[in-house]
């Protein structure tokens, strides 16, 4: 397992969930619900460097047969865009199939209601996104998802 905090983005239309690892990369925890629009890149930019991340994992939510529609093309848009203004820390897509749903379910279970568990399920989302590019990383000694490679335009 690689040494370093790795952070994991769950970007959304209205907000962006952020999540953190530990060092050693055992344990996924949330930081922040940034609001989409104006300065939420900085933010996130500002995020990297307060966690001296050494890689970002941004959800790509595919369909369930792994197709890949609008949301996803959102999502590689904006990760694109912030591999750019985070570089040389890599960042990588990792699959996201039902991770809002996992979310969801989790903070019912805790017994967070409506507007509060709205507030906090993209940061849950997050976690979920990190903690399972966590997992197989352990489980399979590779990182996980697809790295983007650093375009300029």
Same mark, same amino acid.
């Given at each position: ?5 790795? %952070? ?5 239309? +209205?907000?962006?969930?952020? *999540? ?7 344990? /996924? ?6 609001? =989409?629009?104006?300065?939420? @890149? /900085?933010?996130?930019? *500002? ?5 001296? $991340? ?9 369909? @369930? ?5 609008? $949301?996803?093309?959102? /999502?590689?848009?904006? $990760?694109?865009?912030?591999? =750019? ?12 199939? %039902?991770?809002?749903?996992? #979310? ?14 709205? #507030?906090?399920?993209?940061?849950? +989302? ?6 399972? /590019?966590?997992?197989?990383?352990? #489980? !399979?000694? !590779? $990182? ?10």
């Amino acid at each position: 397992m690689r040494h370093g905090v790795r %952070l994991g983005i769950d970007p959304g239309d +209205a907000r962006i969930g952020v *999540a953190r690892s530990d060092p050693s990369g055992l344990l /996924a925890t949330p930081v922040e619900t940034v609001r =989409r629009g104006k300065g939420d @890149l /900085a933010r996130i930019v *500002a995020i990297v460097a307060e966690e001296e $991340a050494v890689e970002i994992v941004v959800g790509l939510p595919r369909s @369930l047969s792994g197709s890949e529609g609008p $949301a996803a093309v959102k /999502a590689r848009t904006f $990760a694109a865009q912030l591999a =750019r203004r985070v570089a040389p820390v890599p960042v990588r897509l990792c699959d996201e199939r %039902l991770t809002t749903v996992s #979310a969801e379910a989790m903070l019912r279970d805790r017994g967070r209601k409506g507007s509060k568990r709205r #507030a906090v399920v993209d940061q849950a +989302a997050a976690v979920v996104i990190l903690q399972n /590019a966590l997992d197989t990383e352990r #489980a !399979t000694g !590779t $990182a996980p998802g697809e790295i983007l490679e650093e375009t300029h335009e």
